[in-house]
DNA sequence: CACTTATATAAGGGTTCACTGATATAGTTG
DNA sequence: CAACTATATCAGTGAACCCTTATATAAGTG
């Protein structure tokens, strides 16, 4: 499943916010979804295994439960993908600050303590 | 239909990358994705119906061809969606790098990430 | 106008996906 | 071990999606 897929669907994404905020049970997850999206425990588990499966989520267990936890490789991945796109909505940023953005070589931020001439 | 659920085709994300590099007629992206993917004239009109209709993709006819190009709105949403975990991959940026990088007004545009309640 | 080229729409079929209810696994506790 | 809690998996169903072939629209050309 392409990663694209995996947040095609409104419970995968919203359960990755619900992880940015920190790790969750399996458990507390089911119950912010069940309550947002009305579905089941084993519908929440499912979203989880594709999330699992995908790399966007790593699992840890602690005693019964599981402690999810985003995994953000695939979004770093489509975040590149939409690198070609980017110059339709940032007009012409000088290419320190994409550089540094896009966090290829955060260590020039050090060596340059300049701070960049703004032109937005 | 979702931006994420757009992206998930393989086609529609190939003609996006296509578009990316300038306008383009139906015909000649037909040739190139008919090429590369072995699918008809009419499949990959309805896939650009798909990334107009979701506006992915602007279309401006011309005598008889019909020019598409890249509409970046829905591909900058889904950049704004990914900014809740740059953290995971960018450590530590300050603000004022991230901030540049990102394009003062993108933030304002929208932030707003319809989480449905479903009525079973 | 008849003909051709460029592109879009329509109808139908096969496949994939997301849900539910039932059940299995696994750790914890009496 | 038995009972309970937390979570995962299984089997089945209905909907959504993407493709194909056939056909429609529309603009240019003799």
């Known amino acids: ?3 694209f897929d995996v947040l095609g669907d409104p419970v995968r994404r919203r359960i990755l916010e619900l992880l940015a905020g920190g790790e969750m049970t399996s458990g507390a997850l089911c119950e912010v979804i069940g309550e947002e ?3 089941s425990q084993p ?3 499912q979203h989880l295994k ?3 499966e995908n790399g966007f989520a790593t699992v840890r ?3 019964t439960r599981r ?3 985003v995994d953000a490789g ?3 991945d489509i975040d590149a993908w939409l690198d070609r796109f980017r110059r339709f909505w940032t ?4 290419a320190l600050a994409t550089e540094l953005a896009r966090g290829k070589r955060a260590r020039r931020l050090r060596d340059a303590d300049e701070t960049p001439r703004s032109t937005p």
Chains 1, 2 share one sequence.
């Open 1 to 3: 499943m392409h990663a």
């Open 67 to 69: 402690l999810y936890a």
């Open 74 to 76: 695939p979004l770093q």
């Open 61 to 63: 267990p602690e005693g």
């Open 43 to 45: 519908g929440v588990s």
């Open 91 to 94: 007009p012409h940023l000088d």
């Open 37 to 39: 999206f009305g579905i």
């Open 50 to 52: 594709v999330l699992r």
